[in-house]
């Protein structure tokens, strides 16, 4: 999917990207790493053109995240609480910017692919109206749960059941999706490969220049 047919697309769809890891094996705070030229974080949004966004990640991300007029920051509760908690956050943020967005892209701004990562999602959840939702699943059969596209309503009762049972904070993030209906979409390519470590970061800058 080109960039152009991205900011065309239709507002039935709002994102979460997560980006408030504390990346220790990298060693430097993901979002501002560089790769092609390019933010992850500034990826990240890039492929969320034309949609509402949630950054969930901490306050200084505000000034990169002002550049993208669609796109707000907010922090889960606590800070570094896990990802079915920053989730959870972005959820509350769409509401309360009033997103009637059916369906929710959830991405890691660590993504090395994310602009076909969220292209591939799209895709099939357009084939797949039915069940609650698409998610990446990569060789081993692995499902990739900050690669996904779910629908709003199952994921906010979910976070609202982790709530209401105290379990929200450090919740793995398979919690959030446990009982939803889900397709997988293969990932062979490796477009959820994320960039945890150096050696993925030269990796990818590598699978760039080649």
């Excluded at 939702?133 to 779910?150: A, E, K, M």
Aim: positive net charge.
């Amino acid at each position: 999917m080109t960039d152009s047919a991205t900011a065309a697309r239709r507002t039935d769809i709002a994102a979460i990207i997560l980006a408030g890891g504390r990346a220790r094996r990298l060693g430097t705070p993901k979002p501002g790493v560089r790769l092609n030229g390019e933010t992850l974080l500034d990826r990240a949004l890039r492929a969320t053109r034309g949609m509402a966004v949630v950054v969930v990640g901490p306050p200084g991300l505000a000034s990169s995240v002002a550049r993208h007029p669609a796109a707000t920051v907010t922090r889960e509760e606590p800070p570094f609480g896990g990802p079915a908690a920053a989730i959870a956050a972005g959820l509350d943020a769409l509401a309360l910017r009033k997103s009637r967005a059916g369906r929710v892209l959830v991405l890691a701004c660590d993504l090395a692919r994310v602009s076909d990562a969220a292209a591939a999602l799209l895709a099939a959840s357009d084939r797949n109206s039915d069940g609650d939702g698409v998610v990446l699943t990569d060789p081993s059969g692995h499902r990739q749960w900050l690669c996904g596209i779910f629908r709003a309503e199952a994921l906010r009762a979910s976070a609202d059941r982790l709530r209401t049972a105290g379990a929200l904070p450090s919740a793995p993030a398979r919690s959030l999706f446990d009982g939803l209906r889900l397709h997988e979409v293969p990932d062979p390519g490796g477009l959820s490969d994320d960039i945890d470590t150096p050696a993925d970061l030269a990796a990818a800058r590598e699978r760039i220049r080649s």
